[in-house]
Nanobody, 124 residues
Framework: QVQLVESGGGLVQAGGSLRLSCAAS????????MGWFRQAPGKEREFVAT????????AYANSVKGRFTISRDNAKNTVYLQMNSLKPEDTAVYYC?????????????????WGQGTQVTVSA
């Protein structure tokens, strides 16, 4: 059974940093794309970042480009999201997702497994 478990969320002041982790178990995702999405209260889930399998690159939402960095440690079957220069509008529940495909997608439909989410709150 595949499980994705996020950690690293919390409360931070604007301008601060957090690093989210997503540990996968049940299968290896080194050849598969993984992504981060977020959902703020009253809003739809939105794409944040994705990293493809071996040989594939990364992609980011315009709203986080230059501030967030997605990376992965295949030996640990874990993907990370380093978030710098956080803004109050980054406040949301952040979800990790994994795909059966090596290519990343900005659509949630491109992912087959989801974590439970971790809350990130950025105070002004």
């Amino acid at each position: 059974q595949v499980q994705l478990v996020e950690s690293g969320g919390g409360l931070v002041q604007a301008g601060g940093s957090l690093r989210l982790s997503c540990a996968a178990s049940g299968r290896t995702f080194s050849s598969n794309a993984m992504g981060w999405f977020r959902q703020a209260p009253g809003k739809e889930r939105e794409f944040v970042a994705t990293i493809g399998g071996t040989g594939w690159g990364t992609a980011y939402a315009n709203s986080v480009k230059g501030r967030f960095t997605i990376s992965r440690d295949n030996a640990k079957n874990t993907v990370y999201l380093q978030m710098n220069s956080l803004k109050p509008e980054d406040t949301a529940v952040y979800y990790c997702a994994a795909s059966r495909s090596p290519s990343g997608s900005s659509s949630g439909n491109g992912y087959h497994y989801w974590g439970q989410g971790t809350q990130v709150t950025v105070s002004a």
